[in-house]
């Protein structure tokens, strides 16, 4: 059975940091890229960032989050990170990992397998 299980997100202040974590299992870790999304209440889900598969040379980070997110992915603990500093109150969402079965994706709609999510809130 494939599953993705987000963990790390909770309340922060505006400025402060929070390490979000990606655990999967269930399928072929390696081949998969994984990405970052988040959906704030009323609006639509959006990319944040993503890493390619096997080695994660490769990152695309969110215009919205560029210079404030680190993506990292351990291989041999099935685990992708999302590093986020200088958090801002309209980062405030629910954080889904999502895994696809190519070396990068951006696109929503290419992704194969969602985590339940985990909320983030930040306050001013």
């Known amino acids: 059975e494939v599953q993705l299980v987000e963990s790390g997100g909770g309340l922060v202040q505006a400025g402060g940091s929070l390490r979000l974590s990606c655990a999967a299992s269930?399928?072929?870790?390696?081949?998969?890229?994984i990405g970052w999304f988040r959906q704030a209440p009323g609006k639509e889900r959006e990319g944040v960032s993503c890493i390619s598969s096997g080695d994660g040379a490769i990152t695309y980070d969110a215009d919205s989050v560029k210079g404030r997110v680190t993506i990292s992915r351990d291989n041999a603990k099935n685990t992708v990170y999302l590093q986020m500093n200088s958090l801002k109150p309209e980062d405030t969402a629910v954080y889904y990992c999502a895994a696809v079965r190519s070396r990068l994706a951006t696109l929503i709609p290419l992704y194969d397998y969602w985590g339940q999510g985990t909320q983030v809130t930040v306050s001013a």
């Open positions: 269930g399928f072929t870790f390696d081949d998969y890229a």
